[in-house]
């Protein structure tokens, strides 16, 4: 499985960022898809996931209600739409895939590994 994540960037406190992960070599449709992002001296956390049919979704306190995950399974691509975006939402943020089939975001989104995962893109948040 191949993961490309692109969309960030350096924004204002406030704004708003696309990210798109465009996802290659295996049947994306299947999969739970998810966002994670690390800060600077801090962990990996989940940031969102979305189920394989995308008829789920699961949203870290932090983030609910500014943050979309949206999934186009024809495209296999998985979006995070950061709307409101804060300073402490500066990160690099990656996409990962589920390794197993037809898990719900739940699921996901606490996994406790995930073998599948982009580059990562920076997102920065200036107050």
């Known amino acids: 499985v191949q993961l490309q994540a692109s969309g960030g960037g350096l924004v204002q406190a406030g704004d708003s960022l696309r990210l798109s992960c465009a996802a290659s070599?295996?049947?994306?449709?299947?999969?739970?898809m998810g966002w994670f992002r690390q800060a600077p001296g801090k962990e990996r956390e989940i940031v969102a996931a979305?189920?394989?049919?995308?008829?789920?979704?699961y949203y870290s306190d932090s983030v609910k209600g500014r943050f979309t995950i949206s999934r186009d399974n024809a495209k296999n691509m998985v979006y995070l739409q950061m709307n409101c975006l804060k300073p402490e939402d500066t990160a690099v943020y990656y996409c990962?895939?589920?390794?197993?089939?037809?898990?719900?975001?739940?699921?996901?989104?606490?996994?406790?590994?995930?073998?599948?995962w982009g580059q990562g893109t920076q997102v920065t948040v200036s107050s």
């Open positions: 070599g295996r049947t994306f449709s299947s999969y739970a």
């Open positions: 979305i189920s394989w049919s995308g008829g789920s979704t």
């Open positions: 990962a895939a589920d390794a197993r089939q037809f898990s719900t975001a739940q699921g996901m989104a606490f996994r406790s590994r995930h073998d599948y």
